[in-house]
């Protein structure tokens, strides 16, 4: 199981509810939670899927996978395309519901869940954010790189089981350690490139991620191969290196204006059969008030944060579900990792 991919069940209309709720109550029995946690689990998958049926325009879908490697919970992401809300607070409050359900929508949804996010506005849509752990692991047992928030959307290519991305963080010497990767093409061969690459990245003993990138180039030339990169983030020193082959995309916006003031630009080449034989790494500033988007190629490289107030405030995984729905080009896998200073 690689607990960094979300598995996507797809509503396209209401035929699909019964179905989907009761998939994801089965991946929820796989993790291990009790009765009482299904319970919870269920109510939650129930209200936001009934809100896709009655109130996405073309449909919606909801991502689910383990919080953690422990699985010490489970994260569930509703995604539409539908109208938005004007006033989302007033949603939360009891007896008030968009969606006309029995456990009043928004509000059923935070009453059951160990964390709670959402983001929605007119016209463009709703994504909510839900997670819930079992009792003896708390959310603040979880293990966080320290200064850093960091979160990602990962969803297989339609038709396939297997995600060709792959993406990993570690920490070393208090600095934090991000990979990307995305396997050449899609099914089980692109993910046994990313699988040995995340491999190799875990073992490495290099601190550079330019020595990583080297690394792992070597450590996968029996694959097909894969694009990938490194960041490395000092928030003490307050820099950020980075080292890419191929066409990862890494991007810093700016928190005030969510434009983009550095571009991470990586070096031609296949990860496991040629890349140069000089890689260097690329160091800028990392400060407070910036946000990082590395993505695979299946996010469109042109993507316009600027129409999303105050998305920087809230959780990293929620910030790339949005940049999931809007940005994605839906024929390919799909990795958009976010990463911003806590707040």
Known sequence: MDVNQHQRFVLADRSYLSLVKRDITKLAETYGFSE????????????????????????????????????????IICIDHGPGMANPERMMEDGISTYGSSGEGLGAIKRQSSFFDYYSRPE?????????????????????????????????????????????????????????LDGLGHGPD???????????????????????????????RKTRGAVGAVVKINTREGELDFCGIGNITGKIFSHSSYTVIKNLVSYNGILGHNI???????????????????????????????????????????????????????????????TKPKI
């Open 36 to 75: 009482t946690e299904l319970g919870k689990i269920n109510i939650v998958v129930s209200e936001m899927a009934t809100n896709l049926v009655r109130h996405a325009t073309t449909g919606g879908e909801i991502l689910v996978k383990p919080t953690d490697p422990d699985l010490k919970g489970i994260e």
């Open 124 to 180: 463009t849509g709703t994504i909510l954010l839900s997670r819930i752990f079992k009792p003896v692991h708390p959310e603040t047992q979880i293990s966080k790189p320290p200064k850093l928030e960091i979160g990602s959307v990962m969803v297989a290519k339609n038709g396939e089981t297997v995600c060709g991305d792959g993406w990993y963080c570690r920490q070393i010497d208090g600095k934090t350690y991000i990979l990307a």
């Open 276 to 338: 140069p034989h000089t890689v260097h790494n690329q160091r800028t500033e990392w400060q407070a008030g910036r946000l990082m988007v590395l993505h695979s190629d299946g996010i469109k490289s042109r993507m316009d944060l600027t129409r999303y107030p105050d998305l920087h405030r809230h959780d990293p995984n929620l910030i790339a579900a949005v940049i999931y729905r809007d940005f994605s080009r839906g024929t390919d896998d799909t990795l958009v990792i976010v």
């Open 190 to 220: 692109a993910n046994e490139a990313a699988s040995k690459g995340v491999a190799s990245f875990l073992k490495s003993r290099n601190i550079s991620p330019a020595e990583m990138m080297r690394e792992l180039h070597a450590d996968i």
